[in-house]
């Protein structure tokens, strides 16, 4: 058996693991998928499908003048499993893709399952194929076995954070008579419910907030948080508006009631189509669970709120990707393993499936014996490459894309004209890209 004949065995069934074998799929190469669930779940998981969505069940922005949206035009155009999966089990939610998370869940693994050169394995990975390509996607939650193998491969201690989910609660508890369904300035559907809060409420929620019980974590672990998805109590500690000025920002929301803009506003986005669950925006949280019973039913709406999933705290781990990662996602000390997902430094589910994505592309070059090209920093692929190779930045940390990365456009441009301009130049730029790539990259 040549070495392009043997299957490439991808570890890992989430968002990233399902992206890179089905790129590697549909460029000709047999895949091993290994996903330890249902042997064995991690603290966060739940479901026994493939790509399980353990936070929002939001992919965030779905317009091009959005970092992420385009990064989702960008996988499209890629053929991506992951946001083909997104865009046929969409749920409303405004500008942003949200989606049915056991139907895309479903989707995805369904899809996987058809595959004729695809082999599924269920059952927890505890050491890396000494031989063959391998790509490890086993995302921020990496077993203790599998991240002490990586620890001794990359000979280097991993770097953590902690990262919180948001509680879910089941629509019918909700009090629909205090809230009121709006979307920010009325663009689009009233895809959201908001709570409103005048000034005296919300500093009564905003005391007990910060004064709440958290679950404890390790006494020999350092807390670092992902700025971009801080608990909503660690929020609330660094100032009494900063909640109002953050996730409970009222701008943009008139409440039909007064016919004014309350202080605070606490949003609720939709789980599925129906309304039968809803998500409490931006309340990622750490607190112990009968503090978020108590606490979270004083936000008005929500006095009588059924928990169908209660926040909570888990330990992401991620690699040093400037000193240890190519910028094709490979080992640098073993060019035949690549990883994915956010174990490579990024942040976020789009994110997490592009790496899947390119890792996959990279792996099915390397064995068809096509040269490996970077996708151009132009793109939003490559700006987050160029982030995870950014070997002058000082306390390297995960990242979402952002406009931020890119290269800067040329001239003076009005602030609201740079969006679109940036995915112009990305989307000429990836176009361009493809057709150097291997037969199967393209759209």
Known sequence: MTANEMPVTVIGGGLAGCEAAWQLLRRGQRVRLCEMKP?????????????????????????????????????????????????????????????????????????????????????EVTEIPATGSTIVATGPLTSDALAGVIASLTGSAYLYFYDAISPIIEGESIDKNRVFAASRYGRGEADYLNCPLDREAYEIFWKALKEAKEVPLHTFEEVKCFEGCLPVEVIARRGIETLAHGPMKPVGLIDPLTGAQPHAVVQLRREDKEGVLYNIVGFQTKLTWPEQRRIFRMIPGLENAEFARYGSVHRNTFLNAPALLTPFLQLRTRPELFFAGQIT?????????????????????LL????????????????????????????????????????????RIRKKDRGLLYARRAIAALTSWQQKLMPGTGS
């Open 39 to 123: 042997e064995r779940f991690s603290p966060a998981h739940k479901s026994p499908l493939l790509a399980e969505l353990v936070c929002s069940n939001s992919l965030r922005s779905n317009t091009l003048d959005n970092a992420v949206g385009l990064l989702k035009e960008e996988l499209r155009r890629m053929d991506s499993l992951i946001v083909a999966a997104a865009d046929a089990t969409a749920v409303p939610a405004g500008k942003a893709l949200a989606v049915n998370r056991n139907a895309f869940s479903r989707f995805i693994e369904e899809r996987l399952a058809a595959q004729p050169n695809m082999e599924l394995i269920r059952g």
């Open 368 to 411: 068809g014996g096509w040269e490996m090209t970077q996708p151009p920093p132009e793109t939003a692929l490559g700006a987050l490459i160029g982030h995870l190779q950014r070997i002058d930045r000082k306390g390297f940390q995960p990242m979402n894309v952002a406009f931020g990365l890119f290269p800067p456009l040329s001239g």
């Open 345 to 365: 430094g990024v942040e976020g589910y789009i994110e997490s499936t592009a790496m899947g994505l390119l890792s996959g592309v990279n792996a099915a070059c």
